[in-house]
């Protein structure tokens, strides 16, 4: 087949592809491929042709033929990349794109993708680092303290990330080491409204009555919004609750609040 024929099979293609007749762009790319194997426009576009299919595995195997026939094609790297990343290959996919960009910086797709692919690679690191600490023989407090930072960090940088289902459960072996933690305010009445939402709250907790619970702290936070132990015991209620997007969100302003914060502690409020 000489050089005219190919790319006129090339454009037929192309329409069919515009079209969305994949059975027909497919057929007629994968005979040009295989007159030419080192057609890197003709395995570009296969590549998309199996992506949009679902052929994950296929598109990996043509945008690899693509990349190598030519090497300057950012185009061809990012699809490779949203073919590795379709396949769980997160740091190869992130390689991809940032390929994508040294050949092309102004692409956005690319640079769009690789900020995703960098996020899910990190979410998963919290995620395996949490699971590690919270199913340990015989977990201590501390590695269980930042088990629950693991976990909520990589809730919290991709929402659909597997530690949810692990939070609840580290939740309640926290939960199952709770201590009390006196904190003394001088009795005046400008703080008293505070104080007593928060006892309120302490008790709620202590009788596993966690709507009560919430709707204390919550109030206690309308006159105080900047108290660790206030915002760590409304993440227990929201993790009790089932709402643990609530309570990454709480256990996360914790942590800005005390970094240290020691998560089994629950304030109890004394007025002096």
Known sequence: MNRFELDEKLAKAREALSQADF??????????????????EAWRELGVCYLETQQHERALE????AVQANPQDAVAHYL??????SLGQLERAAACYRRALEIDPH????????????SLLESREHYRRGLKLLYLAQPSVEELNQA????????A?????????NLQDCARQLLARKQEWIIEVESTAQIAPWAAACQRGYQCVSFNNWVGARAAYEEALHYRAGDAFVH?????????????????RA??????VDPNYDLTRFGRVWKT
């Not at 490779?80 to 990343?85: E, M, P, V």
């Open 23 to 40: 059975p027909s762009a497919i057929a007629l790319l994968e005979e040009l491929v295989g007159e030419d194997s080192a057609h890197g």
């Open 62 to 65: 043509a945008l690899t033929q």
């Open 80 to 85: 490779l990349g949203n073919a590795c990343g």
């Open 107 to 118: 692409s956005a797709q690319a640079e769009e993708f690789l900020v995703k692919a960098e």
């Open 148 to 155: 629950l930072r693991e976990l909520a960090q990589s809730v």
């Open 157 to 165: 940088i991709f929402e659909n990330s597997p530690a949810r289902d």
């Open 232 to 248: 760590h015991a409304l993440g227990f209620c929201f993790a009790q609750l089932g709402e643990l997007d609530q309570a990454v």
């Open 251 to 256: 256990w996360l302003r914790t942590l800005e």
